[in-house]
Nanobody
Framework: QVQLEESGGGLVEAGGSLRLSCAAS????????MGWFRQAPGKERRFVAA????????SYADSVKGRFTVSRDNAKNTVYLQMNSLKPEDTAVYYC?????????WGQGTQVTVSS
């Protein structure tokens, strides 16, 4: 019912930046919080960052603190992930979802590749 569309990924050099978008359509989320997750080949999907739709309160995984910034535009029903100072270890497919995770809501993800 809810559609999530991740976009903005690409290939960048180490130290570069990317801005990811997560656009939601359809029915509203049952959770007030949106999270970003990433999954590298052969690894588990892991939490990256989250933001509360109403308050704007944010949280981050330790690995991205100080480099990534999550934001939202409630009018556009879109969440963003600004990624700066990218490292090769940030290479992964990035996904968004509500928190708590709603299994049926995962989008296709967007690939981020950071070269060294």
């Amino acid at each position: 019912q809810v559609q999530l569309e991740e976009s903005g990924g690409g290939l960048v050099e180490a130290g570069g930046s990317l801005r990811l978008s997560c656009a939601a359509s359809g029915r509203t989320f049952s959770s007030d919080t949106m999270g970003w997750f990433r999954q590298a080949p052969g690894k588990e999907r892991r939490f990256v960052a989250a933001i509360n739709w109403s308050s704007g309160s944010t949280s981050y995984a330790d690995s991205v603190k100080g480099r990534f910034t999550v934001s939202r535009d409630n009018a556009k029903n879109t969440v963003y992930l600004q990624m700066n100072s990218l490292k090769p270890e940030d290479t992964a497919v990035y996904y968004c979802n509500g928190l708590p995770i709603k299994p049926g809501y995962w989008g296709q993800g967007t690939q981020v590749t950071v070269s060294s």
